[in-house]
């Protein structure tokens, strides 16, 4: 009984309907495709080899010659598999992270190593979304969906339900509007200054920055969403600390605060306190805080106003679009990042 390479499980099974009929086409003619095997396991041909079990044909094997397994793998299903784009969301999310070339699988770091292939943590959801043909937005859904919704999963694999289907039921049952489920537990009063982030917007903060470190402007809610090592509430002040590390900053709207939560991230990350830092912030070009941070850092201007959430009720927008600033070195990892969700911009300076 071979067992199924590592990178051979990024694909998912066939539905038992259409296996049984591959298996009765094998019983018929035979295997017409032999099965690729890397050190002795699956690499290509899971459900040949088994139809083959089922159809009582013993199949035929080849072993993989060349240099890049997951290339490979991606390259013979996609060719033959007629997978939606939420099936390839699914796909791409589960290699992104991947490394081509390397190895065989080491117990002990979680790596998978052989003479052709090393997973590490190397592929960015951005990579693997083009490499799959979708939209890095789609991969970053996925990867909230694979967190906090994890019985869903299988659903989108099979198609029984989109990505955006399962955002849906994910937000039905936050709200409690749905299934049967109840509201989350510790949900704070809206008093009308605070907008929660959707979860996809996160996740491109944290596949830029590789995790948050600090979240000066939260609240215990928000963070089963932000997940920073480090937060700090109305209560407790965040202007009153330093913002040491990688920041997610979402600051109050209403002025002050907005001038004051911006200038202070400003005046951490050109100490050096603050390394790097993804800024949320309402598209007020007209204000002199919005002008010091548009000629200082690169900017995205969102595709439309982002539909903020509040706890136990459906998305809202505001009244003006948005934009993310990025303090940091890795322009180009935001722009291609960000770019996804809308237009990025670098101030131009013009000199005599």
């Known amino acids: 009984m071979k067992e199924a390479h590592p990178v051979a499980d990024i694909f998912p099974m066939l539905p038992t309907d259409e296996l049984k009929r591959l298996s009765d086409d094998i019983a018929v003619r035979g295997l017409l495709e032999p099965v690729v095997l890397l050190d002795d396991m699956i690499l290509d041909g899971r459900n040949r080899y088994a139809a083959c079990k089922l159809a009582g044909v013993t199949p035929d094997f080849v072993t993989f010659s060349g240099n890049d ?14 997978l939606s784009e939420s099936q390839r969301a699914v796909v791409a999310a589960k290699i992104a992270n991947m490394k081509r070339g390397g190895d065989r699988p080491s ?3 979680g790596n998978f190593e052989s003479a052709n292939l090393q997973i590490r943590t190397d592929i960015s959801q951005h990579d693997a979304a083009t490499m799959l043909n979708v939209s890095p937005r789609s991969v970053a859904s996925v990867k909230s ?8 999963l299988p659903q989108i694999e099979q198609g029984e339900i989109t990505v955006h289907g399962a955002l849906v039921v994910m937000q039905e049952r936050e709200s409690g509007n749905g299934n049967g489920h109840t509201p989350v537990s510790g949900q704070p009063d809206y008093d009308g200054n605070e907008w929660y982030t959707p979860v996809e917007y996160l996740d491109l903060a944290r596949q830029l920055m590789g995790s948050i470190d600090v979240d000066p402007a939260s609240c215990e809610w928000a963070q089963a969403r932000v997940q920073a090592a480090t937060y700090y509430t109305k209560e407790t002040d965040g202007l009153s600390y330093d913002w040491t590390g990688s920041v997610w900053l979402n600051p109050p709207y209403s002025f002050p605060e907005v001038e004051q939560f911006t200038t202070k991230l400003q005046q951490q990350y050109e100490q050096g306190i603050t390394t790097e830092a993804v800024l949320l912030v309402n598209n007020c070009t007209d204000s002199d805080w919005f002008q010091q941070l548009l000629q200082r850092y690169p900017v995205c201007f969102t595709n439309g106003r982002i539909k903020f959430e509040r706890p136990g009720v459906d ?3 505001t009244r003006q679009g948005q934009a993310f600033f990025y303090l940091g070195t890795d322009v180009i990892g935001f722009a291609e990042i960000f770019g996804a969700v809308g237009t990025v911009l670098t101030a131009m300076k013009v000199y005599a």
């Open 107 to 109: 117990q002990s770091d």
């Open 145 to 152: 969906i694979e967190r906090d919704a994890p019985d869903l």
């Open 315 to 317: 998305k809202f927008a």
């Open 69 to 82: 397994a997951l290339g490979y793998v991606i390259a013979k299903n996609l060719h033959r598999r007629h």
